[in-house]
């Protein structure tokens, strides 16, 4: 078997091994098995937009033409030097094209990438190349806690800035599901904290945010308005749609926060309105009234609770998560009860 180990992975990004010329990536993070395939492909060539360089190849096309694969694999470089094929997987069998690799693998000078998705453990294409000794099999499966933690202080230590425990605590909750997402968003968060020494809160809440806000931003209305129904059937869409429980959770984390900050205001003599109009980030105009029966019913004791509640939430979905979906809509369900109580 030649699946590598967690720990062996990036050693393997950093030095590949030349006795294994053949990589296979995959897994259910997408941006994650990118990362690792372009990792693998620049340590061959420089430019990975030079046709003579780098060979792409749709794996659709090689279940008609499973001889291709081997021939641009052993083909000599025009102008001479190292070379590179990616192989992007479709919706069609290539495990004949790449039996056929296997057999008559390339030289380390012209390694073989192949980019998939999620492959079941009995899959095909993944039971090969793990029983073969010339390749190497590299599952992408979402951040753990530990590596969302490296992930922030790797891109935060290269644009300079510091982040605290709080600071850190609350990016691992509002990350993760997608290692290039999780890293565009960490850049562009430090982008926003240019010229200054370290992250802080108000920073993260300015600025991380996830691809389906909106879509999020229903299940957080739903939840501290104690529409229960509602909170169930947008969080089976959601996850539908391929948004981790991590990340629907740690949206609702980020609202709950919101909401806080805006009811201490009120606290301090801010009318409901005003404070709503105010709130940074700025609300969706067809969120206010929701938002704004939120502050109404919502007390700051009974906001810090469901914070509690949220990011406990949050970090056990990413340890356990087989258990993910059973935990986020639990506690989700567990707010929206709250919100329909009016002892606050």
Known sequence: MTALRAAEVEAFLARPDPKRPIALVFGPDAGLVRERVEAIIRKAVSDLQDPFSLARIDGDVLADEPQRLVEEAHTVPLFGGRRAVWVKTGGRNLTAAVEALIAAPPTSDCPVVIEAGDLRRNAPLRTLCERAANVAAIACYPDSERDLARLIEEEMRQAGLTV?????????????????????????????????????????????????????????DA????????????FAKARAGGTPSSVIVGSVLRQAMQLHRARLAIEQGGSIGQTTASLSPPIHFRRKASVEAALASWTTARLERAMTQLAEAALETRRRPMLADVIGERVLLSVAFTGRRKDH
């Open 164 to 220: 605290g425990p709080e600071e850190r605590a609350l990016l691992i909750a509002l990350l993760g599901g997608d290692r290039r997402a999780s890293r565009n968003e960490l850049r562009k968060l430090a982008l926003y904290a240019h010229g200054k020494k370290a992250i802080d809160v108000s920073d993260i809440l300015a600025v991380v945010a996830d691809a389906a806000a909106l879509a999020l931003d229903d299940i957080a």
């Open 223 to 234: 939840a501290f308005g104690g529409r229960t129904a509602d909170v169930e059937t947008l």
